[in-house]
């Protein structure tokens, strides 16, 4: 037996207001949102009282989905250091195929969006960066070129 997709990423994040705004101007699609809580949560993550509010975010082929999760209770923990640099064991980071890499920074970095180092370029085939947004969130970008 194989799996039969990946069904989404989830991230956990402090502003969620802020997180939408920064994944809808990147291009995902917001299919809604949801408070989270009770006894079926508490047995799924293994914590008591479980309170979150969750947005549902699509690629725009929608192939792929993002989930965006807030807790309220327990309240979420804050890695040391704060933000993790994209080496710590576990980290992960999101990669999405954009058309235009630097119009995409100037527009993420109105949300708060920072490259964590530069726009390069791989062999003849990508420019690609990392960003990390709200968060701490780290995502890459990759345009293809030719």
Known sequence: MAIQRMDNVGIVVDDMEAAKAFFIELGLELEGTAPIEGPWVDRILGLP??????????????????????????????????????????????????????????????????????????????????????GGVIIALAEALG
């Open 49 to 134: 009282d479980v309170r979150t509010d969750i947005a549902m975010l699509r690629t725009p082929d929608g192939h792929s989905r993002l989930e965006l999760t807030t807790f309220h209770n327990p309240p979420p923990l804050t890695p040391v250091p704060s933000p993790p640099p994209p080496h710590t064991l576990g980290f992960c980071r999101l990669m999405f195929a954009v058309d235009d890499i630097k119009d995409t920074v100037a527009r993420l970095h109105t949300h708060d969006g920072e490259l964590l180092g530069e726009i390069t370029q791989f062999e003849e085939a990508y420019l690609l960066c990392y960003l990390r947004g709200p």
